[in-house]
Structures are given as structure tokens and as C-alpha cells.
């Protein structure tokens, strides 16, 4: 295990995770509120018959829904744990799967990027902040990638997207090359950094730390975090099935329109891809034949208990771990 250090960027960043708290607290109240407005403002009848479908759907698909959940951050836990350790930072197992899931409470900030709050609890075990920024980055250029390749099932399953697949192939590429890359290009822009040293140091430091990601790690990332997603987008099947019986959209196809709303609330950069990728997720299905008050539904519970379950546990780990600065260690 490395000894501990830290960087001029780690220090002069640092900043208090109980703001992005507040922050997601406060966005919360925001959907909330634009939920029950949104509700207001339709037919009462419209919004009575969507929360009486909802109630109908029976318990076992939401329970395995939240189990399908819970494999999705665990695939895409043993992928940050795997990356982490081939830099040399090796973090208790349990007390790293808790720092991982305690990230997921600033989910709700544009591109995630307030996962970085895992710094707070990983810089008690030495790790400096371009590790973990490095590992992140390399987490979302994955996740492109695995979207984008979810989002070919809907492509090749039917006629709607087939203008799409180019376009997702393209985005698989960049994304893939951005990582191989990555750490062979970065010292060609370093000295247009003369003048931004703390940008120079950041770079420097992240390509150091991708440069030891082998294309066979990024292989078995790229597989963990398929598999992760595939287990979000069977629970969006699942849902379907339930309130669809027999008619439900075929499982490929579902998991491309999961796929595609994912990266619609990435571009959006909305935090966390609130509106956008629900409305894409149900115009998706919509295309895919399911009745628009089905779609709606489908979409909302699944991200409740996809997007807002991970928000719940990851403010739960928060809790359990004790923000940083105020508990050492658990």
C-alpha cells in the first residue's frame, strides 16, 4: 500500500461534502415540488389512474427491482475497487464499499461529479485527490461506453433508431479511445499549462494514474459495468411485464431505451439527468408501442427505485461513515 500523500490540487480543493448534501436536499425539494405542480396542472383523473396503476404493481417487482439495484452498484463498486487497487491503494473492503456507497448521495449534480466527495473518507487512507478524480473519469468514460453498447440493442431490435447506430458506434470509439489515449496525449498539452500550474499538476497526475489501467482491466471494466446496467434495465422490464402482462416490449429492446435515457441525462447535464432521461425513457417505450400513461409509470417507478433508492443508501452509508471532518473512522 502506498504511503500517504498529498497534492497541491487535493489541497487547495478540498471543501466540505455537508454542502453538496444540502445541495441535494435542496434539489429534491426541487423535483418534489415540480412533481406535485406537474400533478396539479393535469387532468386529476389522468394523475389518479397513473397512481392507481403504480399501486397495482405487486410487491415482489419492486423488491427485486431494488435487489437488481443494489447488483448495479455492486458490479460497478468491484470496477472502482479494481482500478483504485491497481494504483496501489488497497482500503478495507467494507469500509471501502461504504465510502463507494456513500458517493451515491451526491448523485444529484451535473455528471455525477459530486461522487467526489468519496474523497473526504478515501484521503484518510492516503489516497490523493487525483487518484480518485482519475478513477471517476475513468468510471464515466466506461459508462458512455456500456450505454452506448446497451443503447445498439434497441438499434438492431428495430426500425425507430436505425439512424442512431452510427452514431453510438462513434461515441463507443471516442469514449474508448479518450482512455487508451489518454495517458500518451496528455504530455502533449502540458506545455501549452505554463501559466496553470494547478491544471498541469492535475493532468500530469491523472494520466499517471490511467496509465496504469491495462486495456485488460479496462476489458473487465467495461464487462462489470454492463453487467451493472443490464441489471437496471431488467428491472425496467420487469416493471413492464408486471403492468403489461404479455404484451410487455422485448428485454433487448427495453434495455436499449434504458440505455439511450441514460446518456440523454448525461448530455443534459442536468443533475442527475432529473428530466431528461425520464422523458426520453418514456417517449422510448412509446415508440416501442407501450400506452403513454404505461410508459410514464414504467419510467418513474423505475428510476425511484434506481436513481432515488441509490440517493437514500448513499445517505445512509454518509451517515453511518460520518461526513468528513467530524468521525475519523468508523
Sequence with gaps: ??????????????????????????????????????????????FADMFEQAARLDVWVVLVGIVLSLLNYGGRFLRWQQFLGAQGWVIPRLRHLLIYTAGFALTMTPAKAGELVRHGWLRQHGVPMTATAAVLAAERLLDVVVLALLA?????????????????VAVCGLAMALLVLAPRGLPLVRPFLQGMP????????????????????????????????????????????????????????????????????????????????EVTL???????????????????????ITLWFGIAVGFAAAAWLGWPGRRADV
Design 198 to 277: 494547478r491544471l498541469d499538476t492535475l493532468l500530469a497526475t491523472v494520466g499517471e494514474a490511467l496509465s496504469v489501467l491495462t486495456p485488460g482491466m479496462l476489458l473487465s471494466g467495461l464487462l462489470l459495468g454492463a453487467a451493472a446496467w443490464a441489471c437496471e434495465g431488467a428491472a425496467l422490464w420487469l416493471i413492464l411485464h408486471n403492468l403489461l402482462p404479455g404484451a410487455a416490449p422485448q428485454l433487448l429492446a427495453v434495455l436499449g431505451i434504458y440505455g439511450l435515457s441514460l446518456i440523454a441525462g448525461a448530455v443534459s447535464l442536468l443533475p442527475g439527468g432529473v428530466g431528461a432521461a
Design 1 to 46: 500500500m502506498r504511503e500517504p500523500t498529498t497534492s497541491s490540487f487535493e489541497t487547495a480543493n478540498r471543501g466540505s461534502p455537508r454542502r453538496g448534501g444540502l445541495a441535494s436536499l435542496l434539489w429534491l425539494a426541487v423535483v418534489l415540488g415540480g412533481a406535485l405542480a406537474l400533478g396539479w396542472l393535469l387532468d386529476g383523473q389522468h
Design 152 to 168: 445498439l440493442f434497441v438499434v438492431a431490435s428495430t426500425t425507430q433508431f436505425a439512424g442512431w447506430g452510427g452514431v453510438l
Design 282 to 304: 418514456s417517449a422510448g417505450l412509446i415508440w416501442l408501442g407501450v400506452d403513454t400513461q404505461t410508459a410514464i409509470v414504467a419510467a418513474l417507478v423505475c428510476r425511484l
